[in-house]
């Protein structure tokens, strides 16, 4: 039975917290008392390999996926039972390189009511302009959705999740698809965004170099939760060795 998302004691802080959370789809359990507790401002990885349920989990989290168990998140003079705001970027969405919906249009679309053939008025714009400062993004605004490189896609992506600003950010592989050089550009902007707007961050990622720098904690889970603590103890541990045959993160 389905508990809910609900305002719950966490001090003075605001966090997040799963508790016993298990997911089964017909007779296949896909995870199973799961616990996790994240406080805002926090970057949270979720590691795991294939299959073992990283997804299954943020759609709990999201409300797309009936569980057992308790999502509970609590802050400051919140409201009793108020829900979270929750930002969410998907996993590798492809566009029509030859789609003429630019950046701007894909904005009116997600953020106003009115036909985007019609044009942006100027507050809307204005208004795009604005989510796009907040990723550093100002220059794609009239660029082509489908022309995008994979980091500034995820810009764009990651730009329409702050809007309206969440308590929570979920990401689902937002490193897949960018280089090297962009996947460095893209963890230090969720570093400073983390930090500039007193969010959680909850990411699923096989790029497991980059969470020795970024990361306050990393959960393994393989269908449960097998390792949780700083990037060291769990890239250094034996379920980390035994899951990946590697240790540290390195192959």
């Known amino acids: ?21 298990s997911v089964k ?17 926090q970057m949270v990885a979720l590691i795991g390999p294939n299959g073992a349920g990283k997804s299954t989990l943020l759609k709990a989290i999201l409300g ?7 999502i509970a998140f609590s802050a400051p003079g919140m ?30 679309c997600c953020m106003s009511k009115r036909p985007a053939f019609l044009g942006l008025s100027a507050a809307m714009r204005d208004k795009v302009m604005e989510c796009l400062e ?36 979920i990401l689902d592989e937002p490193l897949s698809g960018v280089d090297v050089e962009g996947q460095t550009g893209l963890m230090d902007m969720l570093d400073e965004i983390r930090h500039r707007y007193d969010l959680s ?25 097998l390792c949780k603590g700083t990037p060291a103890e769990v890239l250094d541990s034996s379920e980390f060795a035994r899951v990946f045959r590697t240790k540290g993160g390195k192959a």
Do not use: W
């Open 201 to 225: 961050i909850l990411m699923t990622t096989h790029d497991f170099g980059m969470l020795p720098r970024y990361a306050d904690k990393v959960v393994l889970i393989d269908h449960a939760v």
């Open 64 to 70: 797309q996926r009936e569980y057992d168990g308790v």
């Open 134 to 169: 907040r990723v550093h993004g100002e220059d794609l605004i009239d660029k082509r959705v489908g022309a995008l490189s994979g980091g500034e896609l995820q810009r764009v992506l990651l730009a329409l999740a702050l809007e309206p600003l969440p308590n929570i950010l």
């Open 25 to 41: 789809i017909g007779s296949d359990k896909i995870l199973k008392d799961v616990n996790l507790h994240i406080h805002c401002g």
């Open 1 to 21: 039975m389905r508990k809910g998302i609900h305002g719950r004691s966490c001090g003075d802080s605001c966090c997040l917290r799963v508790q016993d959370l």
């Open 79 to 108: 409201r009793h039972r108020k829900p979270p705001r929750i930002g969410y970027v998907p996993q590798s969405p492809s566009f029509d390189p030859g789609d003429p919906v630019s950046v701007a249009d894909l904005f009116a």
